[in-house]
């Protein structure tokens, strides 16, 4: 597990979709807004995200209620059309606390307990949804080797 740090992360283009259900919707949402892209010839700008509108405790009883606020994007080099589902948007950046989770995404609680400390022992507050950026490809890696950034904006 890495160290927390701050970063300033720029405003970036990215199609995505939003919807409500469970986590378990995030891979195959990532597929569909893939597809979508490589349909219209866009080119991806950066690795796949999913945006959590939750609080880590709100985030256990909404999954579990079908009820979850379900964000997913992938930045793009050049704005593009949208449709029902997938929209183009600019994701804001601003200054963010940072950590890497290494192995399955299912085990990253013991990553986001660190995050949230971190934020409360050096006096920031979150000032908006959380980010998971997946850095490399569970269809060519173990599970063990899934590196996962974690994101929080903070002020």
Request: charged letters at 25%; a neutral charge; aromatic letters at 6%.
């Amino acid at each position: 597990m890495g160290e927390v740090s701050i970063s300033n992360v720029e405003p970036q283009l990215v199609a995505g979709m939003r919807q409500r259900g469970t986590y378990a919707q995030i891979r195959p949402m990532l597929t569909k807004v893939r597809k979508y892209l490589e349909a219209r010839g866009a080119r991806s700008a950066g690795p796949p995200m999913f945006i959590c509108h939750e609080t880590p405790k709100e985030a256990v009883k909404v999954n579990l209620q079908h009820q979850a606020d379900v964000e997913v994007a992938i930045p793009v080099s050049a704005r593009i059309e949208g449709d029902q589902e997938i929209a183009c948007y600019e994701l804001p950046g601003g200054p963010m606390a940072r950590i890497t989770h290494q192995g399955p995404y299912e085990k990253s609680a013991v990553a986001y307990k660190q995050l949230f400390a971190w934020i409360a022992e050096n006096h920031q507050k979150v000032t908006g949804p959380t980010r998971e950026v997946y850095l490399n490809d569970p269809r060519r890696v173990s599970p063990e080797e899934l590196l996962t950034e974690i994101y929080a904006p903070v002020m």
